[in-house]
């Protein structure tokens, strides 16, 4: 069964930094062959994209509310994706999600339907 777990969230004041984690595990297949996104949800919004990257890490993708700011990478050989956010923002609050799309080497999915599975979330909060 796949399972995504994120960490790395917390309370931190406005110009911070935090590192996000999803670990990945309970597939068969190369962890490179999956594409990795990071959406966030911020109360009473919907989740929205924040940033993909490919399964071969070749391709990555931001939205403009992050970009700059952000900066995903994995280590396919732990299974990981990181997110590096600095600069953070009041705005930036929300609970930050993994999600994943396996047989996606190149490309970088923007979508909340192009994904598969998804982890249970991990709470970002930006004081200001």
């Known amino acids: 069964q796949v399972q995504l777990v994120e960490s790395g969230g917390g309370l931190v004041q406005t110009g911070g930094s935090l590192r996000l984690s999803c670990v990945a595990s309970?597939?068969?297949?190369?962890?490179?062959?999956?594409?990795m996104g990071w959406f966030r949800q911020a109360p009473g919004k919907e989740r929205v994209f924040v940033v993909g990257?490919?399964?071969?890490?070749?391709?990555?993708y931001y939205a403009d509310s992050v970009k700059g700011r952000c900066t995903i990478s994995r280590d396919n050989a732990k299974n990981t994706v990181y997110l590096q956010m600095n600069s953070l923002k009041p705005e930036d609050t929300a609970v930050y999600y993994c999600?994943?799309?396996?047989?996606?080497?190149?490309?970088?999915?923007?979508?909340?339907?192009?994904?598969?599975?998804w982890g249970q979330g991990t709470q970002v909060t930006v004081s200001s």
């Open positions: 309970g597939r068969t297949f190369s962890f490179s062959s999956v594409a």
């Open positions: 990257i490919s399964g071969s890490g070749g391709s990555t």
């Open positions: 999600a994943d799309k396996p047989k996606t080497w190149i490309s970088v999915i923007k979508t909340k339907d192009g994904y598969d599975y």
